[in-house]
């Protein structure tokens, strides 16, 4: 979890209500990515982002939106949240700089609930 | 059919045993495998990696790829109490912005 913070690390809230989650880097790492892990389901990528302003969808974005306004900071906003979001999302990131992107560091994770 | 699958067990062994962990895919592109350790209500943390078919051993570790059968293992030697934990199988492809590819998970626990 070196290098990788996620706020906040727990949260519960109301069906509708928007929530966003923030993760942090202090490795200069270029890519970075948002994941949800549910029972059964593993992980899966929501967004994923390959610079700054520079984003792409994953597997499951639907009702989900990203924002990465600096290297370091990568946000994944849910606009009106509904129970079936409820799951731990975790931040990763990836490239170096030294030639290594293929491997993923995560961070600690964030415990979604949504009432 | 998913695109990497992966037992989920929980398997339960006894200390000292060698622990076989599998998993298969589909997707014949994936160019790295990864294997990732994830301790209870903690982040995945890399535990191996390895890019060609063949084994790759790190101390009691041994990762194991088979291209033509699309089967990847991982071999846990002198299993520990303390190796208790989900393991993650993660293909991956540099042509597809690194992204990997997660199987759900095999659940281990070694019993003192």
Known sequence: DAGITQSPRHKVTETGTPVTLRCHQTENHRY???YRQDPGHGLRLIHYSYGVKDTDKGEVSDGYSVSRSKTEDFLLTL????SSQTSVYFCAISGDG???????????????TVL | QKEVEQDPGPLSVPEGAIV??????????????????????????????????GNKEDGRFTAQVDKSSKYISLFIRDSQPSDSATYLCAPGGRDSSYKLIFGSGTRLLVRP
Do not use: I
């Open chain 1, 32 to 34: 970075m990515y948002w």
């Open chain 1, 79 to 82: 606009e009106s949240a509904t």
């Open chain 1, 98 to 112: 030294g030639g290594n992107t293929d491997t993923q560091y995560f961070g600690p994770g964030t415990r979604l």
């Open chain 2, 20 to 53: 076989s962990l599998n998993c298969t895919y589909s997707n014949s592109a994936f160019q790295y495998f990864m294997w990732y350790r994830q301790y209870s209500r903690k982040g995945p943390e890399l535990l191996m990696y390895t890019y060609s078919s």
